[in-house]
Structures are given as C-alpha cells and as structure tokens.
C-alpha cells in the first residue's frame, strides 16, 4: 500500500498558510494578552474580533432561522432542499462566534459568568442568553443529520417531537438577538458618527440579517453544488433572489427614511473616509437589490451567485462600519487591525468552511438526489472542490 | 446621603498631589515619568491635564445613572448608595463594553496582562464608607479638589460663582451631563477648553438601550402566540388537503 500525501493545492496552500498565521495570533493572544494580539486601546476597546467575528458571524448565520421559518412554520414546503445547509452554516456559524469570543474577551476562562451573575438591564446581558440558547436550539436541529447517518431512530423521533416548540424559540431568539446587536450600540450616540447611530439600529439589523441569510443560502448552495457536483436548485434560489431583493429594498429604503428624518444627508457631501465607507457600503446592497428585479439576472447562476455575493460583502461593510469606521473619529484615536487579528479572524473563516465541507460530505446534509454521481463525474469536479475551503 | 468631588479648576495649582495621593492608595508605582503622563490609564486612575495656563482632572464621573454599570453583562460595576460607582473584578470576563459605552472615555483596560482587570477610579469607596475624604481630596493643598455631600457642594459651586461671577465660566459641568454626576467641574473658561466632553448627552443613557430591552417581554409573547399561530393555520391546510384526498 502507497502512502498518498494529499495533493498540494493553491487553495489547500492558502488554508494551511491561513492556519498557520492564526496560530501564531493565538499563541501572541494567550501569552501577550489582548494588547500583544491587538491595536486596541482605552479608546478603542471593540476592533473587529466584535465588528467581523461577532456581528457578522451571527449575521451571516441568519439563514438557519430564516429557513427554518419559511420551511417549517408557513410550511412553504418547496424550500426543503436548501434548510439544511442553512441550518449547518448557522450552527457552524454560531459555534466559530463563541470561538471568537474566546480570543477577544479579556478572561475567557469566565465565559459561562452571564449564567449565573445577572444584569437584565444589559444588552450584552441578552445577547449572550440568546446566543448560548440559540446555539443550544441550533444543535439540537442539527442532531437529526447526525441520528439519521446512523440509523438511530428512537432519538430522531424523540427529537421530532419537539420540533415545533423548538424551532418557534429559535425563531424568536434569533429574533431578540439579531436585532440586540443593534442595540449595543444605542448607548453611545455621541460616540459615533451620525451617517451610523440611528435609535433604529435593532430594527436595520434585525432586516438585514434576514436579508444576509437569505443571501448566504444562495451563496453556499452554489458552491456546494460545484463542490459537491449536485444540480443548482435554480427555481428555487431565483425565487429566494426574489424575496431577497424585496427585503433589501425595504432594508434601504429603511436607512434612507432615517438619515432622512435624522437630517444628515449633508454628511454626505463632506470629502472624508466616513462619506467614502458608506457609500461603498450603500453601493454594495443596492447594486444587487436594483439588478435582482431582473428575472433574466435571478435565472442566471452566475449573476444570481453575484449578487447574493455583493449583498453579503455590503452586510460585512455594514457592520464593520458601525463596529470600526463609526467611532474612528469620536473616539479620538485611529484604529487599524493588527496582521494577528485579521490572521485569528481569516482562520475562524477558513475553519467555518472547512468544517462545512467535512460535515457536509459526511451526513445527510444535501438531498440524495445529488449526492448519487459516480466517481469518475465528481473528479470532474476536484479542481472547483478546494475553492470551497477558503471560499 | 449620596457622596461627590468638586473640582474647582481656578483653584488648581498643578502641583499633582492628587496623582501621587491616588497611586500611593491603590499601590501603583508614581515616578516622574508616570506623573508625565496626560492620560488616565490602567495605572493612572487620575490626571492633571495642563491647557495652556489652565488646569483640569481627569477621573471617573461616577455618574447618577451610569452607563458602565448598566452594560455590564455580569453586573461587576454597580452605583452605590454612598455615591461610588464600584467595580468587582472577580466577576469580570473582559468583553469591554465599558470602555465602549463610557461617554467620558474613563475606564481602563490592562492590556498587556495575561489575567487583565479594567481599572478606574471608585472614590475611595472604603475610605468615604468610613467617612474619610477620598484620597485626593485630602492630598489636595489648595481645595481645588474637595470631598463632601453632593448636594451640599453643587450648592457651593453655585455660591463660588455668583460671588465671583468674572472668574468663573457661568456652569457647572456633571450637573446635567449624562443626566447628573457625582463630580463636578468649575472652571474659568467653556469647558471645552479644559478638555472635557461637551457633546455628551443631557439625558440619562441607559434609558437608551432600556427603551429597547424592556420589549423584550413584549416580543416573546407576542412572537410565540403569532408564530404557533402561523404554524397551527398552515399545518392545518395541509391536514385538510391531506383528508380531502383520502375521501376521493
């Protein structure tokens, strides 16, 4: 028997290479502390460990409660194929923002604190009793995948049954949480810039997440269906892109109502890097919202894979723009990430991928359907497979 | 009775006396080069900050409604009776949002340490429990700073500038701000020209976030009733359609 090393692959190099840089961030973190890993300051206390790995990570997970809505309480029946995926990504997602948590709070070691010392009137308080029930909520809508690969019916059916109750308080957590993520930010009005404070915030982040989960759907169905060489469930995501570009459009016309009632369009017209960071940010939503009301743009996947791509790069610039570019002038200091940040933050990403390929390979994740190719077609394949692993 | 710290800025020599009385009481080294240093910080709760031929303290506001205490996750700051705002560093897991939320860019953070604590001033707390003045009042040689019952010294402050309406600024900075303090600065000049925050809110802040949280109750119930709702009324076509066929 040959020993077979695995194939050395630009995409496989640049996850080792992006691994490897994280775990020298780690080492820095645990021995050095915060301010060995970090460029954060007194003044500066939050970078993007909170901005990219907290808010964006939930964010972006916000499809699993989207799909789970959609599927199984107005039981629109036909979205089936694509919850699961949705659910993995979301329970992955969660799971990799506790792992951010680890790097970026102070004493990590005092994770499971909020427990048992309570201050209701914290949002940070409510935040994290949602996340910890909701990743709990997530796991056990996951567990089904796990009894089902191994024929373990009595626990599937055990589960089944408290499916409903289940997925109602997923829904609802989601609900608390995805829009309290706003609310960390309604304390601090002069703090931030005003094209960012609104006392809407719950309310823009609780519509965008959706509209990101939504976006991330379609995202990680087109990949998988490379990696995985199934069929791209078309219809379905064209009609998904539909209710995507209507969320969006109420999304923006809800920020447009509130500069409009907070009278700060003029901001507009000033040369600084704030105007610059939320145009960009506009810019990246409102492209794919105006071209996803094309049905020859929803019908094509690439375009369709384009634009769910600009909606989620338009949620990331959106949150790093409240967690990072809102206070870069109030805050009296500038900030820009350190290499080990963006190393533990890019590593957090690569495993998020890796670990979806991993399980998605491994359990019931995608239909039959199109896990049924012979071999010879799926190393057709191979090339497109390692993109999967960085993304 | 609720205790504060009245800064009198004309009062203030910038002889630093309060830096050197507060590091001596929580055991921080105080050097020439630490009393160099303008910016409070993980070991330097207070400072003496020169503008031009004026002076101003930095310390904590220890606000009536302080911001800090009501973000904190796992309430390790708390506003005491006495006045203070205190903090418990067992209880602390470091995710900063004090620093975060703080209008007045107060709490510190030790940064380089493995086990990191936030750090600020408590005014003295066991210190003004046994009725002493804070450590800074009571170093202070010309009662620029000074220690006593809040209302009794927003009252003087007011007397200090109606009988010497030319010297002084016509305001006192913490009686508004953040929607009271128990520090209060006066000052020849705008306050702006000392340094300090002019643009914080005039209201309490954690009304702002409580606006939202108190929903919370509001949005379980009426989430669960709707969605079950929801679930109940489609489920249910699908039963009727599902009978309707077998009848066929």
Avoid at chain 1, 147 to 155: I, M, N
Wanted: aromatic share 12%.
């Amino acid at each position: 028997m040959r020993l077979r090393l695995p194939k050395l692959t630009i995409w496989r190099a640049i996850f080792a290479a992006i691994l490897l840089s994280g775990l020298y961030a780690t080492y820095l973190r645990v021995f050095y502390g915060l301010g060995g890993a970090t460029n954060l300051s007194d003044r500066f206390p939050w970078g993007i460990w909170i901005a990219f790995d907290i808010l964006c990570g939930v964010g972006l997970a916000a499809g699993g409660f989207t799909l789970v809505a959609v599927v199984h309480i107005f039981n629109i029946e036909r979205y089936k194929p694509i919850l699961r995926p949705a659910i993995l990504t979301a329970f992955l997602g969660y799971s990799l923002v506790v792992v951010a948590l680890l790097y970026d709070l102070g004493r990590p070691d005092r994770l499971w604190h909020p427990l048992v010392m309570w201050n209701p009137r914290s949002v940070m308080f409510e935040v994290a009793w949602c996340v910890m029930l909701y990743t709990t909520v997530l796991f056990l809508e996951f567990l089904p995948m796990v009894f089902e690969k191994f024929g373990w019916h009595r626990p599937r059916a055990w589960i089944h049954n408290i499916s409903v109750p289940l997925m109602i308080a997923g829904v609802l957590l989601s609900t608390l949480h995805q829009s309290s993520l706003g609310s960390l930010f309604l304390i601090v009005p002069e703090k931030m810039y005003p094209l960012w404070y609104s006392p809407t915030l719950p309310a823009q982040f609780y519509v965008s997440a959706i509209g990101v989960g939504l976006a991330m759907t379609i995202f990680e169905s087109w990949h998988s269906s490379r990696a995985f060489g199934r069929a791209l469930e078309l219809p379905l995501l064209a009609s998904m892109g539909r209710v995507l570009a209507v969320l969006m459009a109420v999304y923006l016309w809800l920020r447009f109502l509130d500069l409009s009632h907070r009278g700060v369009f003029g901001l507009l017209f000033e040369n600084r890097l704030e105007t610059w960071m939320f145009l960009l940010e506009i810019a990246l939503m409102a492209v794919p919202t105006v071209l996803l009301f094309n049905p020859r743009v929803r019908f094509s996947p690439g375009a369709l894979y384009a634009c769910a791509v600009m909606v989620v790069f338009g949620f990331v610039a959106n949150r790093l723009n409240v967690g990072v570019t809102a206070f870069e002038s109030g805050s009296g200091v500038h900030y820009v990430p350190r290499w080990s940040e963006v190393a533990v933050t890019l590593s957090i990403i690569a495993l998020g991928f890796a670990f979806f390929r991993v399980i998605a390979e491994r359990f019931p994740v995608f239909e039959r359907v199109g896990q049924a190719l012979p071999p010879a077609n799926s190393r057709l394949y191979e090339t497109e497979e390692e993109r999967i692993e960085v993304g | 009775m609720s205790k504060a710290i009245l800064y009198d800025s004309t009062l203030c020599i910038g002889c630093k006396a309060c830096e050197g009385a507060c590091a001596e009481r929580w055991g921080f080294p105080y050097n020439d080069r630490v009393a160099a240093e303008e910016r409070i910080s993980a070991h330097k709760l207070t400072t003496i900050e020169a503008h031009g031929d004026k002076f101003s303290r930095r310390l904590c506001l220890h606000c009536a409604e302080p911001a800090c205490a009501s973000v904190c996750p796992v309430g390790a700051l708390q506003k005491t009776a006495l006045g203070p705002v205190v903090y418990d560093a067992e209880k602390c897991m470091g995710c900063r949002y004090c620093l975060q939320a703080c209008a007045f860019q107060v709490p510190s953070y030790e940064w380089e340490k493995r086990l990191p604590r936030m750090r600020k001033c408590d005014m003295c707390y066991e210190r003004q429990s046994r009725g002493e003045p804070t450590a800074c009042a009571a170093a202070c040689p010309t009662g620029a700073t000074k220690c006593g019952d809040r209302d009794a010294l927003a009252a003087e402050a007011r007397e200090r500038i109606a009988a010497k309406p030319g010297d002084y600024y016509a305001g006192i900075y913490g009686v508004k701000e953040a929607g009271g303090t128990s520090v209060f600065y006066i000052s020849a000049v705008p306050f702006a020209q000392i340094g300090l925050r002019t643009n914080v809110p005039q209201e309490s802040l954690p009304t702002l976030t409580w606006r939202v949280l108190e929903l919370v109750p509001d949005v379980v119930s009426t989430g669960s009733v709707l969605l079950g709702g929801i679930w109940w009324i489609t489920n249910r076509r699908e039963e009727v359609a599902k009978a309707e066929g077998k009848r066929k």
